[in-house]
């Protein structure tokens, strides 16, 4: 057997059973010894019959000394048997499972967990899982037990041993594929011992050492991967000159004054700047925080000194509304502002690039427009980018090479788990506005089902007739786009028709042309549309004040980030806004997920919470930074053995980059299997 064959060559599975493997994504005998437990049960402790507790849960060991007798009482059937272990009796009951009649075996030892309870005067043990002593190990008990996370009936005593015979199988096949050094420095133990102890542990010490061994390895082939696609970004030397730092007329024009969190970014941008090495900041703030100013201090301070400053932003909308608040400032200071969309006119476009090649303009704000090999910077200064998770790295670098290593500040709202930003941005520094500006109040938010609709159109009727405006989101999901976005615009025609026939309502949607949904976002900041029916396309970044209250309808079809930002784009005034979540889902986990978003707010919080309740699989950003899902390394937790990861990976990198030493050559059949698709990925 080797590691390649497919599942159906096991003893004991056959086409059935390797289809119900499948859907667990079990293809191979290598996928199998890799689908780790998801979780253990400590039955190591065997105890004497003499010193069991009770009703606690006990491992008892003993012979079974009476013929298994089932008797009927009503509907209910009890299975008993007697066992005796040398130092006392125990009495054992089942209920309802007559077979066990048949299959518990006379005079054998078994291994039993289970209650111990006392009823009527007698002590027995209740419903325990069992396992005869007939083999020489114990797959099941007496030990440190695996459990498998094994939806489609597969049962756990299957599921160890299947495992475990193909273990003892394949086990010599188990090859390591990390450098010696590694694995001395960081204090590993080898792959083979390690998968082994994570399916069967032969105690405690072996469970770590097996698991923070597999963490590492998958964490540190992640990174490897990384810095091969991106480089170690090292501060680059900077001609940048930038001496003058005084930000008064800047400060003078603003209608606010900085908050602490502000000042404090700031502080570290000034510090950077004032380094013969170019900046590489990323600036973390919530939804709101105010990042834009500190983009527009960092613009004038570049522009003040004599450069050109790119601010590149992902949507149409987005790069728009910059625009028109750069404009707004920078109007004032007398620098010229221009702005560069794909949509735009080629003559205009053809006007842009001159005003931009002669130095003539200095801000200039853009979608990826910016990047177009036409536009050439007469001497581009700091790089500015928007980017919500929608650049790559490689974006952000051809903005930065139409410079000569000007400064590069990046702007995210979604606020990324500690580790995860390790992950990504390890070669960025990163800033963090903590605090909101004052005056802003706390969103009310609401879960509800959808028996609420009747109560939801009134407080939308109520809130329009105050003069204030509102949002119903409805998702829509790719693969089924045109049904979903006729459902939605049949839904708005009802709302006009039938529910809010005294109001204005529009909808706007990802499919509508760019001039069409511009115009709708206009009447809706002039307030002449009250209520807006929208599939996400309002996600990103815009900004009306006088919107107060969000419906997102089927909300569980969100990650905790999305519904953040969606959540972000009311209370942007001094008025009480509400949050309302309508969702009739049934599971478990989109429930608490829903009031995981009733009681936070802070959208860091928010993010540990959703990598918590998702634990190490898939959770919301991983997917869309192209991060693969992560079989056992808990993004959350790990984050000690992260570190060591990226000490060990960037010592490697610098040594033997491509991985083309002999020595690091299984190491990088081991990368190249693990990420067959990693590359295309645009965020990385
Ligand atoms: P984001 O971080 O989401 O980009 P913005 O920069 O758009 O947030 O800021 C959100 C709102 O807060 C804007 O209307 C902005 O004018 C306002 N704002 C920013 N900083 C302050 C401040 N220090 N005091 C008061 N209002 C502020
Ligand atoms: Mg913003």
């Known amino acids: 057997m080797l590691l390649s064959d497919n599942i159906i060559n096991i003893k004991n599975i056959g086409e059935e059973r390797s289809k119900k493997l499948q859907k667990?994504?079990?293809?191979?005998?290598?996928?199998?010894?890799?689908?780790?437990?998801?979780?253990?049960?400590?039955?190591?402790?065997?105890?004497?019959?003499?010193?069991?507790?009770?009703?606690?849960?006990?491992?008892?060991?003993?012979?079974?000394?009476?013929?298994?007798?089932?008797?009927?009482?009503?509907?209910?059937?009890?299975?008993?048997?007697?066992?005796?272990?040398?130092?006392?009796?125990?009495?054992?009951?089942?209920?309802?499972?007559?077979?066990?009649?048949?299959?518990?075996?006379?005079?054998?030892?078994?291994?039993?967990?289970?209650?111990?309870?006392?009823?009527?005067?007698?002590t027995q043990m209740e419903t325990p899982d069992y396992e005869i002593i007939d083999e020489k190990e114990l797959l099941s008990n007496g030990r440190i037990v695996p459990i498998y996370a094994s939806t489609y009936k597969f049962p756990q005593k299957l599921f160890r041993e299947v495992i475990n015979q193909t273990l003892n199988n394949v086990k010599e096949q188990i090859k390591e594929f990390l450098p010696d050094e590694i694995l001395k420095q960081n204090n590993l133990c080898s792959r083979a011992f390690a998968i082994e102890n994570i399916h069967f542990p032969k105690d405690n010490k072996s469970f770590f050492m097996a698991r923070r061994r597999l963490v590492f390895e998958e964490l540190f082939l992640l990174q490897t991967k990384l810095l091969q696609i991106k480089g170690i970004l090292e501060h680059k030397e900077c001609n940048i000159n930038i001496k003058d730092t005084n930000i008064k007329p800047i400060l003078d024009i603003l209608p606010f004054t900085l908050t602490d969190a502000q000042n404090s970014v700031l502080k570290d941008i000034i510090n950077d700047l004032s380094l013969n090495k170019a900046m590489n900041r990323l600036i973390q703030g919530d939804v709101g925080s105010g990042k834009t100013v500190?983009?527009?201090?960092?613009?004038?301070?570049?522009?003040?000194?004599?450069?050109?400053?790119?601010?590149?932003?992902?949507?149409?909308?987005?790069?728009?509304?910059?625009?028109?608040?750069?404009?707004?400032?920078?109007?004032?200071?007398?620098?010229?502002?221009?702005?560069?969309?794909?949509?735009?006119?080629?003559?205009?476009?053809?006007?842009?690039?001159?005003?931009?090649?002669?130095?003539?303009?200095?801000?200039?704000?853009?979608?990826?427009?910016?990047?177009?090999?036409?536009?050439?910077?007469?001497?581009?200064?700091?790089?500015?980018?928007?980017?919500?998770?929608?650049?790559?790295?490689?974006?952000?670098?051809?903005?930065?090479?139409?410079?000569?290593?000007?400064?590069?500040?990046?702007?995210?709202?979604?606020?990324?788990?500690?580790?995860?930003?390790?992950?990504?941005?390890?070669?960025?520094?990163?800033?963090?506005?903590?605090?909101?500006?004052?005056?802003?109040?706390?969103?009310?938010?609401?879960?509800?089902?959808?028996?609420?609709?009747?109560?939801?159109?009134?407080?939308?009727?109520?809130?329009?007739?105050?003069?204030?405006?509102?949002?119903?989101?409805?998702?829509?999901?790719?693969?089924?786009?045109?049904?979903?976005?006729?459902?939605?615009?049949?839904?708005?025609?009802?709302?006009?028709?039938?529910?809010?026939?005294?109001?204005?309502?529009?909808?706007?949607?990802?499919?509508?042309?760019?001039d069409e949904k511009q115009e709708i976002m206009d009447r809706f900041y002039k307030g002449e549309i009250d209520i807006l029916v929208s599939t996400t396309v309002i996600e990103v970044g815009i900004n009306v004040p006088n919107a107060t209250i969000m419906i997102i309808e089927n909300a569980e079809r969100f990650g905790i980030s999305q519904l953040h930002q969606l959540r972000g784009r009311v209370g942007r005034g001094s008025d009480k806004s509400y949050c309302v979540l309508v969702s009739d889902s049934k599971s478990k986990q989109s429930k608490e997920r829903l009031n995981t978003m009733v009681k936070h707010s802070d959208g860091f919080i928010l993010s540990e919470k959703d990598l918590e309740l998702r634990g190490t699989g898939d959770f919301f950003g991983t997917r869309q930074h192209g991060v693969p899902d992560m079989k056992i390394a808990n993004l959350y937790k790990d984050i000690e053995i992260l570190k060591q990861v990226q000490k060990a990976s960037i010592m490697l990198y610098k040594k033997d980059p491509m991985l083309i030493n002999d020595l690091h050559k299984p190491l990088k059949d081991k990368i190249d299997q693990f990420f067959n698709n990693l590359d295309n990925t645009v965020s990385l």
């Open 294 to 514: 500190i983009a527009q201090i960092l613009a004038y301070i570049t522009v003040n000194n004599g450069y050109q400053v790119a601010i590149m932003a992902p949507t149409d909308v987005l790069a728009s509304q910059h625009f028109e608040g750069f404009k707004n400032i920078f109007d004032k200071l007398n620098i010229k502002c221009v702005f560069l969309s794909g949509n735009q006119k080629a003559k205009e476009k053809r006007e842009n690039y001159a005003l931009i090649q002669s130095g003539e303009a200095k801000v200039i704000v853009g979608t990826h427009a910016i990047i177009q090999d036409k536009v050439v910077f007469n001497n581009l200064g700091a790089v500015i980018t928007d980017e919500q998770h929608r650049f790559g790295v490689k974006q952000r670098e051809i903005l930065s090479k139409k410079g000569n290593n000007p400064h590069t500040l990046v702007m995210t709202a979604t606020p990324i788990p500690r580790t995860l930003a390790l992950i990504l941005y390890g070669d960025l520094d990163i800033s963090i506005i903590d605090k909101l500006p004052p005056g802003r109040q706390k969103i009310d938010t609401i879960f509800v089902n959808s028996t609420y609709y009747p109560r939801i159109y009134n407080f939308l009727k109520k809130n329009s007739d105050e003069k204030r405006q509102s949002y119903i989101i409805c998702p829509m999901i790719e693969e089924n786009e045109k049904m979903e976005l006729k459902a939605v615009l049949s839904y708005t025609e009802q709302l006009k028709n039938e529910v809010f026939t005294n109001y204005s309502v529009e909808c706007i949607h990802g499919k509508m042309k760019n």
């Open 24 to 122: 667990l994504g079990i293809y191979t005998i290598n996928d199998l010894i890799e689908y780790f437990p998801r979780d253990y049960d400590d039955r190591s402790n065997v105890c004497k019959i003499k010193d069991i507790e009770l009703n606690k849960i006990n491992t008892v060991k003993g012979k079974v000394i009476s013929k298994p007798e089932t008797t009927k009482i009503k509907h209910l059937s009890i299975t008993k048997i007697r066992i005796d272990d040398g130092t006392g009796f125990l009495e054992i009951v089942w209920f309802n499972q007559p077979y066990l009649k048949n299959t518990i075996k006379y005079k054998c030892d078994y291994i039993f967990t289970g209650k111990i309870i006392q009823k009527y005067g007698r």
